[in-house]
């Protein structure tokens, strides 16, 4: 399991304003810090200042920091030049934590116009020209074949079926990998291209880990949401098999479907059908990243922000199934302690109204909403471990 910690003020108060999301590796605990957001850049001097929280964090017991793009930026959102990179990731690398770096592979913003005004053309170490762009983007006048994927307009979307494309950016990533230190990566919307690409790019560079953003929309009928969200986690794992389980991805659906069940008080959503979790965590959990908030999602972005005073419900869900720093704390401890895992067997006690609850590989209790659940007693001694506005967990004696 990974877990993901968002920072949400520049100024890195970071330890009271945690957001999170968790991803579930196959063999791998992983402890992440998401150590940027769209206002990080106002503080002038961003790397510097994660370099001098690295043991800190790293005693927090985070082992993965999750850094910025590594790319230029027509916009304002820089966050140090390529010394301070590499200073930060050597300080963090001393600390025993791996980097997980941001990569925006689906578009990218052009450097110069072609002859009819239109900015197509790049340059830097991937100086491509038009042929890079995919033919069936209405925007940039591109002179590549279509898009294998969905197109995100804002700027030009690259052709990944081009052998020179691939070549460059497989030799992009490796030069990130030898030169800067990543050792892994976040890829940006993945819905824009096929993950077939994204195995070979990952072929390539060899990353401990991966995990993609497939993010779109959830089913709703007449504004409500719908019960069951299949299709839409189908669509996430479409492209995980698409890449041949080399990433994981993004459990969207989860993150969603929370929304609805914390928010309106419908914790029934949080059983599917045949009683499993209803997102990519119950069908493919070694490959699902749960989580509740992100730079996008929240911040200054706020494009689909998690309930507000809902969020200590969102991790102690996501913590106990494969706010205050000290109650985050203690959420990880029992995980640690109960050796909760992408395999580890959820069973679904209630999904009433008012009330979720479950049994976690029979050590690990919890329960969500302000309806009433106890653990049973009899031949096992449960052991409360914390509780807060509508969620308690406990664990085995």
């Not at 877990?3 to 402890?31: D, I, P």
């Not at 027509?74 to 980097?99: A, R």
């Not at 979307?157 to 497989?170: A, E, G, T």
């Not at 800067?180 to 976040?186: A, E, K, N, S, V």
Request: glycine share 8%; proline share 4%; charged share 25%.
């Amino acid at each position: 399991m990974i877990f993901v910690f968002y920072c949400k003020k520049y100024c890195l108060k970071w330890l009271s304003m945690y957001h999170a999301f968790f991803f579930l590796s196959l063999l791998l605990c992983y402890r992440i810090f998401d150590c940027f957001n769209w206002e990080s850049h106002k503080s002038g001097r961003w790397y510097m200042e994660l370099k001098e929280k690295a043991t800190e964090l790293s005693s927090l017991g985070f082992s993965v920091i999750w850094l910025p793009p590594p790319t230029e930026s027509v916009s304002p959102e820089g966050y140090g030049n390529i010394d301070e990179l590499k200073d930060v990731v050597n300080k963090f690398h001393d600390v025993g934590m791996k980097i997980l770096g941001d990569v925006v592979l689906n578009h990218r913003c052009a450097h110069y116009q072609n002859q009819n005004g239109v900015w197509n053309i790049f340059g830097g170490r991937l100086n491509w020209d038009d042929r890079a762009v995919v033919a069936d983007d209405p925007h940039f006048q591109g002179q590549g074949n279509k898009s294998s994927g969905d197109n995100f307009h804002a700027a030009p979307n690259i052709d990944h079926s081009q052998d020179f494309v691939r070549k460059d950016i497989k030799e992009w990533l490796c030069w990130l990998r030898n030169e800067i230190g990543y050792d892994g990566w976040r890829l940006d919307f993945v819905r824009g291209f096929w993950g077939g690409y994204v195995k070979d790019y990952l072929e390539a560079t060899e990353p401990y880990f991966a995990v993609g953003e497939y993010w779109d929309s959830l089913s709703y009928t007449y504004g409500e949401m719908d019960h069951n969200q299949d299709a839409h986690r189908q669509r996430i794992i479409d492209w995980i098999n698409a890449a041949s389980g080399t990433a994981g991805a993004f459990d969207v659906t989860t993150k969603g479907i929370l929304h609805s069940a914390l928010d309106r008080c419908e914790y029934w959503r949080l059983s599917d059908e045949k009683g499993k979790p209803p997102g990519v965590v119950g069908w493919w959990p070694s490959r699902a990243v749960t989580f509740i908030e992100n730079h996008d999602t929240g911040s200054t972005q706020g494009h689909w922000r998690f309930p507000g005073g809902r969020e200590m419900q969102g991790y102690a869900y996501i913590l106990t199934h494969p706010g205050t720093p000290s109650e985050i704390e203690a959420l990880l401890s029992v995980r640690k302690r109960n050796k909760i895992h992408c395999r580890s067997r959820v069973e679904i006690v209630k999904a009433e109204r008012d009330v979720y609850a479950a049994i976690i590989d029979e050590k690990v209790a919890m329960k969500l909403g302000p309806g009433h659940y106890e653990p049973p007693s009899g031949s096992q001694n449960w052991s409360f471990v914390t509780e807060g506005r509508d969620y308690k967990v406990w664990e085995a004696a």
